[in-house]
Structures are given as C-alpha cells and as structure tokens.
C-alpha cells in the first residue's frame, strides 16, 4: 500500500512513501520524515548565533536565573509556530499574502518592514558568526564569509524545496555538539534549583536580558518561513497532526540547546569569572578553555556555532524573500529554477545574502549587535503576534480555529509576550 498526497495547484507532491516493503520502525520513520521538516528547519534555525550569544551571556553574567525563562518559552514558541502551520495549511497563502488580503497593502508593507528589519538583523549575525568561528580557526572573514554566502544562495538554486530542508535539517543538527560542554562543564542541580527561584524583574539590565532572550527564541521571520513551506512542501489538511509534532519536537529541542548553553556558561564562566569579556567568539572559546581544554572550546563552540549560523542564515533569508514576494504578488516557490516569472524572488534572496555578507566583512562588533538585534526582535513581537492572532481568528474556517482551553492559553501566552514587548519599549529605549 503506498500512501501519496495530492497537493494544491502549484504545489509539489510530496514523495511517495511505500510501506509494504520495510519493517514497521522503518515505516514509521519515513512516513514521519515526508511530512517532518518545516518545523524542525525553522526551530533548529531559531537557535541562531545570535540566539547562541544571547543564552551564553545569559549564563555568564546571570548564572542559573535565566533557565526558567527558557523553559516557559517552549509553549509560548510552540503555539505561535503551530497557528502558522494551520493558516498555511488551510489557506494555501503565505503569511505577506493573507495580511495584504485581509487588512490591505499598508498593513502588509508595515509587516513586510518588521520582516526587512528582523532578516537584515539576523544576517547579520550569522554572518558576523561565521566570520568568528573561522577566525577561531585562522581562517580570514575575507574567505569564509564569501564561502558561506555563495554555498547558501546555491541551495535555493536547486528548484527543490526538500532539497533545502534536508541541507537545514543537517546543519542545524550540528548545533548538538555543544551537549557535551554542558556536561563537561557539570552545572549544580542544587544551584539550579535555586536559581529557578530567582527572578530580579526589578533589574533593567536583567530585564533587558530577558527581553533578548525572548527575541532570540520567537523571531519574526519564523512565522513567514514555516507558513511558507507548509505550503511549499505541499502538505494538506490530514497532515497537520504530524506537522504539530515536527513543531513540537523541534521547540523542545530548540529550547534544550538553549538551556545548553546558559548552564555551560553559568557554571563556568558564571561562576568564577562573571565579569569575564565575552565580546567575540574568541573570547567566547577563551573564557571555556580552562573548563573544556583548548581543543575542546573551540571544536564544541566553533561547530555548533557555525551549524547554527548557516541554517539561520537559509531560513532567515527565505523568510524575507517569501514574505516580500507575498506582499507584492511576486511569484515565490523554491520548486521551480530562476526564470523570469520567479526572478524577483531569487534576486531578493540573493542580495539579502550579499548585503549581509559585505556589511559583516567591514566589521562588526557581534555581541552588541547581537543584543540589540534580540531585543528589537521582542520589541516587533506586539505587531507580529497581533498580526498572527487576527489571521487566525479572520481568515481560517470556524471548524479549524483554536477553541476551548488551547484558545485560552494559546491567546493568554501571546498576549502576555505583546505586553511584555509593549513593556519593554520605554525600557529598551531609555525613556524610563
């Protein structure tokens, strides 16, 4: 018996996948893999270098007081991408598309600006990341930044969407490799305890931390992407149980590299050397160095770095270019080659990538730019995060809305980080 889904006009069909020939757990596997992909991609992406950065200064200057956060974010993380799964699935139409349908195209060129902003930003650091983790190695920015670059924008050359997920899939997993420092770095269960306890909310830098924190782990280019190849994969209603459970395992997952990191960082550098520079990922590698050994920092740190900069680099800038598309009616989709009707869409890809590239190779100081680019991230959160809502609630068929007590806390957790963003906007600013 072979199971082959029929998808919309335009859209690809997803490989078949026969069962009559492999062991069950054989079975199982690849059915879950030809419909797994656009949440693990995009939640393996959201673990960024910049989001890299966030969570080992996190550790560095607030110890243990910083895991609590990672762990409430998981369903506020999941919920969030689970509705775009939904309005992909249902509508067929990109996140840019529905908005411009819906609210008109000034509403639309707004969401495509806090787009532009938070693709050009997150960039910026991957670039910037890559161009650290060679430097760590020897290596020139003036070679790995181009490299890294050309090697990105020749993925979406292909004309295969799958072929792009799977190239993600396998650079986002070399984020695990920093697992092992975590172990190695042997963080107290009972200073961890107490640090869950431990919330100085009345601290603007903590806060302000906190904010970053919170824009490293919901982005607004994640909404686009993961609307976006729902529909680019082709998948169809009776799918989506299975895209919820690509989402939620990779929201774990996100999340355990998250907290990775802020407790290899707090029960290294936290402890004894809290005021420690952690400016480049030189610094980064040298302040680990005497827990992990010199070969150890800079292999665990350097890999899963690079890992997490160049899949963020591909989702981040497929977001921007299919969101940009949308809102302008520009014909997108990753399953066909450049041609004259796509050519919009490549060539926005493409120079993402470039603008990126030649800003980062004239320098850039990565831990500031980091934070400032993770806390606009949760100041645009009010203006995505509405956005997403009134979609929901707007253009989806009553019977495939959120209802009963999944509305309630779904609602109740977006609302709080719209408030939370409003918040921080006087904080971040320095008006109060």
């Not at 799958?162 to 975590?182: N, S, T």
């Not at 993770?374 to 956005?387: D, E, H, T, Y």
Request: a positive charge.
């Amino acid at each position: 018996m072979a199971y082959e889904a029929v998808p919309p006009t335009g859209a690809p069909v997803l490989e078949t996948v026969t069962y009559s020939a492999h062991p069950r757990r054989r079975l199982l596997f690849a059915g879950l893999f030809a419909m797994w992909g656009p949440g693990l991609v995009v939640m393996l992406a959201d673990t960024d270098v910049g989001s890299f950065i966030t969570a080992a200064k996190s550790g560095a200057q607030w110890g243990y007081r910083m895991v609590l956060p990672q762990l409430v974010l998981i369903p506020v993380l999941y919920v969030v991408q689970e509705m775009t799964v939904r309005l992909g699935i249902h509508t067929g139409k990109g996140h840019g598309a529905l908005i411009r349908e819906h609210f008109g195209q000034r509403w639309a060129l707004l969401s495509a600006g806090t787009l532009f902003a938070s693709c050009i930003g997150a960039l910026l650091t991957e670039f910037a990341g890559v161009a650290g983790v060679g430097e760590l190695f020897g290596i020139p920015r003036t070679l790995t930044v181009p490299v890294a670059a050309t090697f990105l924008i020749g993925i979406a050359l292909t004309g295969r969407y799958r072929r792009a997920e799977r190239v993600g899939i396998a650079l986002g997993l070399a984020e695990l490799v920093f697992i092992p420092a975590m172990v190695m770095a042997h963080p107290s269960l009972h200073a961890i305890g107490h640090g869950l306890g431990q919330l100085p909310l009345t601290n603007s830098s903590y806060m302000v931390l906190l904010a970053a924190n919170v824009g490293a782990v919901i982005m607004p280019w994640m909404i686009f992407y993961q609307q976006g190849a729902v529909i680019d994969k082709g998948l169809l209603p009776h799918h989506i149980r299975r895209e919820r459970q690509d989402t939620a395992v990779g929201a774990v997952l996100t999340q355990l590299i998250m907290l990775t990191l802020v407790l290899a960082f707090a029960a290294t550098v936290g402890l004894h050397h809290p005021r420690a520079a952690l400016n480049t990922v030189g610094e980064m590698s040298s302040a680990l160095q005497p827990f992990l050994g010199a070969i150890g920092a800079k292999v665990l740190l350097g890999g899963a770095m690079l890992g997490a900069g160049l899949v963020a680099a591909l989702v981040a800038s497929l977001a921007g270019a299919w969101g940009i598309s949308e809102v302008f009616a520009w014909t997108h989709t990753l399953n066909e080659r450049p041609s004259r009707q796509s050519a919009k869409f490549y060539v926005t890809y493409a120079l993402a990538h470039v603008v990126g590239a030649v800003i980062v190779l004239f320098s850039v100081n990565l831990i500031h730019l980091v934070i400032v680019v993770m806390v606009m991230n949760a100041l645009l959160l009010p203006i995505v995060l509405g956005f997403l809502l009134a979609l929901e609630a707007r253009t989806l068929p009553i019977e495939h809305r959120m209802s009963g007590p999944y509305r309630f806390v779904a609602t109740t957790l977006c609302l709080v980080v719209i408030c939370f963003g409003l918040y921080m906007i006087p904080v971040a600013t320095g008006l109060v």
